[in-house]
């Protein structure tokens, strides 16, 4: 399979490099000063959270812990919003200040859950940090505390955020384009989807 430079596959970057590093240390900054003296839990979802979790974890110098969730949709039959649990926490969160830390929600769905699913363990708090948000896509109210950027309803990779697990490694946040991203759901490399 050939190797694709950004160029050929980014027709518009949205974020630079720059601006999400920057945002970042705002956001850690936030945190810091919200849950000074509570060592929260900092918790995410596999995979595309990696890169924000990460330069997030460096952000704050307040003493903390994280663990990770692994999900996957339980396939055409399941409804929207329906997660199998691949990976549970090996923390227990009851009693603890939980912060989930998401890399983009748009409809919010699998999000509604997943902070059900951690409210019944009891936890002492739980909020959500998102760096990417898409809120005209979403279906569901949800509280989030932090907030990085809002972006437009297009398909956009990097910095975590993939197409068919690739991009991620990108250091910035671009709009696919379209000559990757046809209409019929295959990519130009011939993938089914």
């Known amino acids: 399979m050939p190797v694709q430079s950004p160029s050929t596959v980014i027709s518009e970057v949205l974020l630079t490099e720059q601006q999400i590093q920057r945002r970042v240390r705002e956001l850690g900054a936030a945190i810091s000063a919200d849950y000074v003296d509570l060592e929260p839990v900092l918790v995410g979802v596999l995979r595309g959270v990696v890169l924000f979790m990460a330069d997030l974890m460096r952000a704050i110098p307040i003493p903390f812990s994280i663990d990770f969730l692994s999900i996957t949709s339980y396939g055409a039959q399941a409804g929207p919003g329906q997660v199998r649990l691949l990976k549970d926490l090996e923390t227990s969160i009851e009693g603890r200040h939980v912060l989930f830390v998401e890399d983009m929600v748009d409809t919010g769905l699998t999000l509604h859950t997943l902070l059900r699913m951690l409210r019944a363990r009891d936890p002492a708090s739980l909020h959500v940090c998102t760096l990417f948000d898409k809120p005209r896509l ?48 295959v990519g130009a490399e011939g993938e089914s989807s």
Not at 140 to 157: A, Q, S, T, W
């Open 138 to 185: 979403r279906l569901v109210k949800l509280p989030l505390r932090y907030v990085g950027f809002e972006l437009p309803d297009r398909y956009v990779v990097g910095y975590g955020l993939d197409y068919r697990q690739r991009y991620r490694n990108l250091p910035f946040v671009g709009v696919l384009a379209a000559q990757v991203l046809l209409p019929n759901g």
